[in-house]
């Protein structure tokens, strides 16, 4: 009987869990689409690129330099959670943290040349805080997430976000640039950082022995594992940001702004669909690998691939339909030509997700070399073709047509790669009926959804949605890879 009664309490956790996660995710989204709708309408095309350089600046500083070790964190939460140690070594991080936001400052000067002036010292500024305010505020919200407390961390991120599309329509009224809106969003990650640390460590007191120390303690096996992250984190960049200096060297700041915004439109949706995968369903597989890695690991990533990458797969098709609509209703007039980059977005997104997915098997080994050559590989087909094609003078369709087999072929090198390190076993009638789905789909757009009013548009879209969520109940029915993931108790108590 008590084991029943324990089972009961799990299921109803779980589905406690799975709503908060999945409003909060709603929530984020709409106010990261609403952020859009905003920034297009007080941003011209030119600035808007100006924007996306900016924004370029601090990607590099969060993959390359900051992205391996929040990740090596992450993977060793759990266990520092437990001992009482995670308060002291997340404090020595932000001295490492410091010197990289002087490095994002040293970005800012380098784009000296596609920014004013008199705006140089305020981007500095904006540039230092968002590089270290925007890695405490979402990974303190996904520490509070993998011990377990669900609704606090999803607080934080709608808190922070609320706050900074606030202060980016405050600055743009009274400046009208791309430095106001970045600096805005810098205002709400640091509103975001504030409120998660005095949640998480106002829980208890935990201790903070200098006998832990993150950088001796874990000196060869933190090397072993970001050193050869960073790199692929760093060719990651090249392939889904540094390509922006190329498009602006050949086709300009204009046509920069305006492939720059169809990217974003697709890396918000896919975003929102991979944080709701991840942050309801990576709790339970990062608890399982760390109770017994060699014995629990190839049957954790099977079904973690198998609970959420035919989702994906199916969901590929259904962003290709609502890409367009999404663009109606979110964007404003100057940038209504920005559909075709979307569709191209949404399947360079696609490959990112999946791609990242995969990726969990470098997780469990602990290789991440293992993730170099995929996005090198990648970088390498993006970047020849984009050369090729701008010396050639094609059209800037082509240049996202580029970023498109780039993103492909870094799909493909990434799922024999992941194989190598941990041989997952894939559920082979769930990931064709997400093709099947995808397909169909994509041969349906070819019949285009005509929409004269924001009405229109949102009955077509909800259209979409109700398919979905008829799919996701078809793929996740009685999926055995589901119950096994949400058998494992994550909320930890020190």
Request: proline share 2%; with cysteine.
């Amino acid at each position: 009987m008590s084991n029943k009664t324990t089972m009961i309490e799990r299921n109803y956790t779980a589905y406690y869990d799975f709503i908060v996660v999945v409003l909060g995710r709603i929530i984020s989204a709409c106010i990261a689409l609403m952020a859009i709708k905003a920034v297009t309408m007080f941003l011209t095309p030119e600035e808007f690129g100006r924007l996306s350089l900016i924004v370029m600046v601090q990607t590099f500083c969060g993959l390359l330099l900051i992205s391996p070790i929040s990740q090596y964190i992450s993977r060793n939460t759990h266990e520092w959670w437990s001992k009482g140690t995670l308060k002291h070594k997340l404090l020595l991080y932000q001295y490492y943290l410091l010197f990289i936001s002087l490095i994002g400052v040293g970005g800012v000067l380098l784009l000296g040349h596609y920014i004013e002036m008199h705006l140089s010292l305020w981007l500095c500024v904006a540039m230092f805080t968002m590089v270290m305010a925007g890695t405490w505020s979402p990974l303190l919200a996904w520490i509070l997430n993998l011990i377990g407390f669900r609704v606090a961390s999803v607080l934080c991120v709608i808190f922070g976000a609320l706050v900074g599309l606030l202060a980016s329509l405050l600055f743009v009224q009274l400046y009208p640039n791309s430095a106001a809106w970045f600096s805005g969003q810098a205002f709400g990650m640091v509103v975001g950082a504030i409120f998660a640390w005095r949640f998480l460590f106002n829980k208890k007191e935990l201790s903070t022995i200098n006998e832990s120390n993150i950088f001796t303690d874990h000196r060869s096996e933190m090397a072993s594992y970001c050193i050869p992250l960073a790199a692929a984190t760093g060719a990651m960049w090249l392939q889904f940001s540094g390509f922006r200096i190329v498009i602006e060297t050949y086709w300009g700041l204009d046509k920069l702004g305006f492939i720059s915004l169809g990217l974003l439109l697709a890396n918000q949706v896919w975003s929102m669909i991979e944080s709701l995968a991840t942050q309801f369903l990576h709790p339970f597989f990062y608890k399982k690998i760390s109770q017994n890695r060699e014995l629990y690991s190839e049957e954790a990533l099977s079904d973690l691939l198998n609970t959420i990458g035919p989702i994906y797969v199916a969901l590929l098709g259904i962003t290709i339909i609502a890409g367009p609509l999404l663009v109606f209703l979110l964007v404003d007039e100057q940038f209504s030509s920005i559909s075709k980059f979307v569709v191209m977005g949404m399947i360079m997104e696609s490959c990112r997700v999946l791609a990242n997915l995969f990726g969990n098997a470098a997780q469990i080994t602990k290789k991440t070399s293992s993730m170099i050559m995929p996005y090198l590989v990648g970088s390498f087909v993006v970047f020849l073709l984009l050369f090729y094609l701008g010396m050639q003078d094609f059209g800037v369709s082509y240049a996202g047509f580029s970023l498109v087999i780039g993103a492909l072929s870094m799909l493909l090198i990434m799922v024999l790669a992941m194989f190598k390190q941990v041989s997952f076993l894939l559920d082979i009638k769930r990931w064709a009926l997400g093709g099947l789905v995808t397909v169909s789909f994509i041969m349906l757009s070819n019949w285009s959804i005509v929409v004269e009013n924001w009405i229109d548009a949102l009955v077509a879209i909800c259209t979409v949605l109700t398919l979905f969520g008829v799919l996701l109940v078809m793929l996740l029915w009685k999926n055995p890879a589901l119950e096994r993931l949400l058998s494992v108790k994550i909320r930890l108590e020190q």
